[in-house]
């Protein structure tokens, strides 16, 4: 039985990545208004009820990239070595991000991740949309961080969600404005030690902010 089940996982995962594929390919040749969900259905090979079981959203065939990292920092604050600190887990996750060059820092020149940003940034449904995966990203953090010690103080509801909307707020500016500075022509290697000057700057403020997280 388990490995029917694992089977079925397997299947409805390869399903949900070539539709997503298949998409993504759709929208970047011809842009995101001119194809509609019927378009991406036939060309997946899929009917549209079973497109709309795995994606409830024309917007979510191009945002499920950004629910793989939903839980990533809430991930990183759980999984983090005994002594060290949420927010300095949480640096130390974003500058391993920028030195492998990972999309989501905003820190990749590869051609096919700049043509999915412009794709995002530049379609206003894509970007109000993904307000929904950021608010997400917010609780699974703010959840990680309320079952995190803060070295002194009542423990309550409000504290780790402030804290999380200021993580993830500033890492999603630095990524942004890495982006731009790789769209507007420059190459990853050229952008990364301002990346990382400004990724330390950042965190420095969110350390004096944010002190009972920091250690």
Known sequence: MSGETGL?????????????ETAISLFLRHGFDQ???ADVAAAAEVSKPTLFRYFPTK????????????????RVVRERPAGQSPLAALRQHFLTGLERRDPVTGLSDAEGVLAYHRL???????????????????AALAAALG?????GGEPDDLTPR?????IIAVQRILALDNWRRIDAGA??????PGAV???????????????????
């Not at 079952?147 to 070295?151: E, I, L, N, S």
């Open 8 to 20: 079925r996982e397997r299947k409805k995962q390869r399903t949900y990545r070539t539709i997503s």
């Open 35 to 37: 194809v509609s969900v």
């Open 120 to 138: 995002l940034y530049g379609t206003p449904s894509l970007v109000a949309r993904l307000f929904d995966y950021v608010s997400r990203s917010e």
């Open 197 to 215: 000057a400004a990724a330390d700057r950042a965190f420095a403020m969110l350390r004096s902010g944010l002190a009972p997280y920091a250690g």
């Open 162 to 166: 402030l804290a999380a909307g200021q």
């Open 147 to 151: 079952a995190a010690p803060t070295g």
């Open 187 to 192: 190459t990853a290697d050229e952008v990364h």
């Open 59 to 74: 917007e979510d065939l191009v945002l499920h990239r950004f629910a793989d990292h939903e839980d990533e920092a809430g």
